[in-house]
């Protein structure tokens, strides 16, 4: 009885050390700080970047179609990403996607698209408002366009699931963007 009691309490431990391993990987993914020691330059940045394929939803003649997209971000967080599009695709809404964007050097490290830690969904229909001033898209109407990223839906839940918010605060609302911070 002893030695069943030392196995299952030896068991347990095994399990909760993996499982605390496990949660401080996935939370910790990378910092911004490190990403930004990293990506100095366009050139420096590409070569922490992975290619990300996936299937999407998309409509052409007024029917849902499958189309193979593309994107680079870091590698840091590549798989939470590909994990995030299969979820929208495999999702009840079938949320289409026909343009999206990751990886892209914007003259500084400022913006986490400069370290392929942010990727922008539909960005013409998910535009980019402050106050009153729409800055990139051209609009947010979702519910009339199927485009446009709905509230809760499978988009947000997914990028939820793999620790990516949306860009939403104060004035700001980033509907297209998601990143490992929100901004
Ligand atoms: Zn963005």
Same mark, same amino acid.
């Given at each position: 009885?002893?030695?069943?009691?030392?196995?299952?309490?030896?068991? !347990?431990?095994? !399990?909760?050390?993996?499982?605390? #391993?496990?949660?401080?990987? %996935?939370s #910790?993914g990378?910092?911004?700080?490190? #990403?930004?020691?990293?990506?100095?330059?366009?050139? =420096?940045?590409?070569?922490?970047?992975? =290619?990300?394929?996936?299937?999407?939803?998309?409509?052409?003649?007024?029917?849902?179609? +499958?189309? +193979?997209?593309?994107?680079?971000?870091?590698?840091?967080?590549?798989?939470r990403?590909?994990?995030?599009?299969?979820?929208?695709?495999? @999702?009840?809404?079938?949320?289409?996607?026909?343009?999206?964007? @990751?990886?892209? /050097?914007?003259?500084?490290?400022?913006? !986490?698209?400069?370290?392929? !830690?942010?990727? $922008?969904?539909?960005?013409?229909?998910?535009?980019?408002?402050?106050?009153?001033?729409?800055? %990139?898209?051209?609009? /947010?109407?979702?519910? =009339?366009?199927?485009?446009?990223?709905?509230?809760?839906? $499978?988009?947000?839940? #997914?990028?939820?699931?793999v620790g990516l918010?949306?860009?939403?605060?104060? =004035?700001?609302? $980033?509907?297209?963007?998601?990143?490992v911070?929100?901004?």
């Amino acid at each position: 009885m002893k030695r069943i009691i030392m196995i299952c309490t030896m068991l !347990l431990f095994c !399990l909760t050390i993996s499982t605390v #391993a496990q949660k401080n990987t %996935a939370s #910790a993914g990378i910092s911004i700080a490190k #990403a930004r020691r990293q990506c100095t330059s366009s050139a =420096k940045a590409s070569r922490y970047m992975k =290619k990300v394929t996936f299937k999407a939803w998309d409509i052409k003649n007024g029917k849902k179609i +499958t189309r +193979t997209r593309s994107i680079y971000v870091h590698r840091a967080i590549a798989s939470r990403v590909k994990k995030a599009f299969a979820l929208i695709y495999n @999702g009840k809404e079938k949320f289409p996607i026909h343009t999206v964007g @990751g990886f892209n /050097w914007r003259g500084s490290t400022k913006s !986490l698209h400069s370290l392929g !830690l942010a990727v $922008d969904i539909n960005s013409n229909e998910n535009y980019l408002i402050e106050g009153k001033r729409v800055l %990139a898209g051209s609009l /947010w109407k979702p519910g =009339k366009n199927p485009y446009s990223i709905p509230k809760n839906g $499978d988009v947000i839940k #997914a990028m939820k699931r793999v620790g990516l918010k949306q860009c939403i605060w104060g =004035k700001r609302r $980033d509907y297209m963007h998601f990143s490992v911070k929100g901004y």
